[in-house]
């Protein structure tokens, strides 16, 4: 019987799907694995051979840990709602919905060709009513809910009300609005229900407030600050402008302290952790307030240096910032005006990248400095930005290179405050110095000064100790269709939330895809689409971030129709145990995740502080492009006539990218090349050796560079097998690698000597009961050890070829043993899973799947080296190899050696004068 994997791999995944293979156990003695891939969202290209790489990864090691005995959960699913839908729905008129289905049924069809061991009867898809449901439900827990810095945790709001109630204001220590009223207990009873409600908004943990956001007006939406590409939306490259709007929030800096403490107990990639710190961006310092008295306010600013308050000489405001109207005099207005419109243009990541451009405007309105009472320049400038710390800077020139530069470039003072300062260089002060002209901190140390400056803040109410944190409160508002509707409805302009079992609220029917005419986003065009018949629902549709917020508990339970998940199952399951996917989700997805499920566990429904124990970022496999080089005239116009890569520096040529798929081992088909284009149907050829040679260049998978290869075409010709174990032999997991359909080959060809061990030459089935050699049991053993050590380390590439060399060991041993063959398709399984399930059914296992087997158990006797071939060698000239016992003594051996006919031919008659044995290593005879 030929290896047939087309046949043999479609038998074998029905099987899996018939019998439910991959479901875990509900009741078990077993330990619990939960191995979970970063959700995919499902486009209309399908997955290219780059795409599975984790996905391979996970499923080799949940394939592995059932054969080490665990009750093993990996599911998959789609998170499917997202804009590349709504934009195909605004250009067709096609509902979402209906592209979302096709390409999900595209994705499952090229997922199960690959053979992953996924319980699909775990299945959740995020556009799903049923799934939505609940996410639905937890933005209700977040906006029910604050955050008690005295307890550490978030509460429910009534315990806030409660508070209230009984004592106002007084004790409350929570994460809030800055502008919070203070008020005594009789004062909030009598507050109307309006007042309420618009003060506990403050505290709610979802939110809604006036928020500085990437305005999209061809998308009609806000977009995230990754979907912003140069001012530019990444989708389309449409201009996207800075707009203040009112946007829901979720208040994740509540959850900033823990956050990074978290990363503190989680075995995740180094440089994820460091991206996750930057981001949010810890700073101990203090609180200033510069009074303005023309409009009788404070402008607050944090500073991690507030010893150098004595070099103040101006402050910097985001243009955006609330008070830039009330600030500006009428001098000023126009060129404060066209200032922020310029600025409006920009993302917030140009603005921050952009720091060797010096730009600002003159307020023309001054502030007091706080401790000495001296007029300081209020300056508007793009590199403060309204959503970080307060918006508002105290410019020291003399100890930060931004400022010094800024007031270089416009003639500001730079008031030189330590002598041990360079303000030519605009160094920082030198902590170990002291501090000169520079009032009541005069003499004193760094520590001394700081702790003066903070102290003389608070007693004249203009400062205190505080920590601060680069990251943001997450926008949690989209103006688009295709989303979860936000359970909210508005009375008197207030939030107020449906009724739970009112969930899901279903997305409405619309008659297109757009904003209405009016600006409202698209939920505006749903005709009669109101709470209880008369209150407006809200019209903002949550981020395509919501519904991965969470996924993971609902696998635990998916068909759960009165919780997001049992307590049982996330009791028994608790924490994702492997979590392979991409970094690119670093600061978002991962982020999001572990707020919303400190949430959770906060709020009693599980026990968690994190979602993912273990996480790896796979690396990306990279497009290998192919080149033909086009032949230009004398007028640099591309002819078509094209020269192979070997000639092309005898003419004037310009390369074109050409489609690898017809290009084999950089040899070019060129009757294939000439139906590639319409244009090159007349195309000529000049070859080297009757052959057309492309070149060739390592880059990112893509359909403009020709270079995207279909896993679809890969197991159609070699197999998922195949696929499955080159795509690990690639590299290591973590690398970026090119690939290479030149190499699958290899891999292929292994496949089939594998199968050879079990059968003849005539291709029948033969495998003997025999009882294995020595070196057949090595050859076992040494293949369960490295397998075993690379898997738990996710060294999958080294496994691959460790299996190569192990076959090559069995093929020339000429060994069919049962014992042998039949554990060493157990140690491949997880790599190849279709033909070691067929090759354990032929073997006359009982019916079932190889799935369930027990990982061999390595056994370093068979190991030890109970024999060695010394070299021997005559006056030092080595002559021949001899296997000897290596428990033998140096006498036994010189008597073995002298009588051994080889020994003696060597010897020619000649006389021994003396026998040099080295145990284990040499025998050298002296003649």
Known sequence: MEYNHQSLEKKWQKFWADNGTFMPEKTTDKPKYYVLDMFPYPSGAGLHVGHPLGYIASDIFSRYKRLKGYNVLHPMGYDSFGLPAEQYAIQTGQHPAVTTEVNIKRYREQLDNIGFSYDWSREVRTSEPQYYKWTQWIFMQLFNAWYNNRTDKAESINTLIDHFNNFGTQGVEAVSDEDILTFSADEWKAFTEEDKQRELLKYRLAYLRESTVNWCAALGTVLANDEVINGVSERGGYPVEQKKMM???????????????????????????????????????????????????????????????????????????????????????????????????????DRMADAKTVSGVFTGAYAKHP??????????????????????????????????????????????????????????????????????????TYDEAVAAVIKRLEEMKLGKAKVNFRMRDAIFGRQRYWGEPVPVYFKNGLPYLIEEDELPLMLPEIDKYLPTETGEPPLGRAGDWKYQGQYEYELSTMPGWAGSSWYWFRYMDPKNTEAFASKEAVDYWKAVDLYIGGSEHATGHLLYS???????????????????????????????????YRVLDEE????????????????????????????????????????????????????????????TEVEKMSKSKFNVVNPDDIIA???????????????????????????????????????RLFHDASGNFIVSDEEPTKAEYKALHKIIKKVEEDIERFSFNTSVSAFMICVNELSELKCNKRKILQELIITLHPYAPHITEELWSLLGNPAGTISYASYPAFNPAHLVESEFAYPVSVNGKMKMNLPLALDLDAKAVEAIVLENNDVQRFLDGKAVKKIIFVKGKIINIVV
């Open 247 to 349: 946007q829901w929030s979720m208040r994740i800096t509540a959850y900033a302290d823990r956050l990074l403490r978290g990363l503190e107990t989680i075995d995740w990639p180094e440089p994820l952790v460091e991206m996750q710190r930057n981001w949010i961006g810890k700073s101990v310092g203090a609180s200033v307030k510069f009074p303005v008295p023309q409009i009788d306010k404070e402008i607050e600013v944090f500073t991690t240096r507030v010893d150098t308050i004595f070099g103040v000489s101006f402050i910097v405001l985001a243009p955006e910032h609330e008070w830039v109207d009330l600030l500006t005099t009428d001098a000023q207005r126009a060129e404060v005006d066209a200032y922020r419109e310029k600025t409006a243009k920009k993302s917030e990541l």
């Open 371 to 444: 401790l000495t009472g001296e007029d300081v320049q209020i300056w508007i400038a793009d590199y403060v930005l309204a959503g970080y710390g307060t918006g508002a800077v105290m410019a020291v020139p003399s100890g930060d290179q931004r400022d010094y530069l800024f007031a270089k470039h416009f003639g500001l003072p730079i008031i030189r405050i330590s002598d041990t300062q360079q303000i030519e260089e605009a160094a920082d002060p030198n902590k170990d110095g002291r501090y000169i002209n520079s009032g009541f901190i005069n003499g004193l």
């Open 594 to 628: 572990r707020f919303w499920n400190k949430v959770l566990k906060d709020l009693g429904y599980h026990n968690e502080e994190e979602p993912f124990k273990k996480l790896i970022n796979q690396g990306m496999i990279q497009g290998r492009s192919n080149f033909v």
């Open 636 to 695: 640099g116009k591309g002819t078509n006539t094209f020269v192979s890569l070997g000639l092309k520096d005898q003419y004037k040529t310009i390369p074109l990218h050409v489609d690898v798929n017809i290009v084999h081992n950089d040899i070019l088909d060129t009757e294939k090349f000439k139906a590639f284009r319409p244009d090159f149907a007349n195309a000529e050829f000049v070859l080297e050796n009757g052959r057309y040679v492309c070149g």
């Open 717 to 755: 010709t070699y197999g998922a097998d195949t696929l499955r174990l080159y795509e690990m032999f690639l590299g290591p997991l973590e690398q970026a690698k090119p690939w290479n359909t030149n190499g699958i080959e290899g891999v292929y060809k292994f496949l089939r000597k594998l199968w």
